[in-house]
């Protein structure tokens, strides 16, 4: 499980490799969006822009939450779900 501390957790996510629960690569992480100032770290509402790898389960650029995320380690964003179940989720494609 992770647990943010600061922003900072969230900004070093720029530029990591994004992967599914079952480790099928999705893309990489080309930009955090925070949320309100006055959000705390690990109270959720932060989004990933996700950018797509050839053959990723990802049809385009695609805003994935906070919540959906399971691990972060070395460079490496993982989530909680698998490349089946990720055309089912109601992430956003276009910025909102």
Known sequence: MWT???EADYD??????VVS??????????EVLHPQP???PGMGGYLLLVRPGSGSPLAAETYVPD???SGVAA???TLAQTAAELPAQPWATERG
Do not use: F, Y
């Not at 070093?12 to 490799?17: E, R, T, Y």
């Not at 629960?21 to 080309?30: K, R, S």
């Open 21 to 30: 629960a079952d480790d099928v690569e999705l893309g990489t992480v080309i």
């Open 4 to 6: 943010p501390q600061d």
């Open 38 to 40: 006055d959000h705390l």
């Open 12 to 17: 070093g996510m720029k530029g990591s490799d």
């Open 75 to 77: 460079g490496r964003v």
């Open 67 to 69: 919540a959906a995320i």
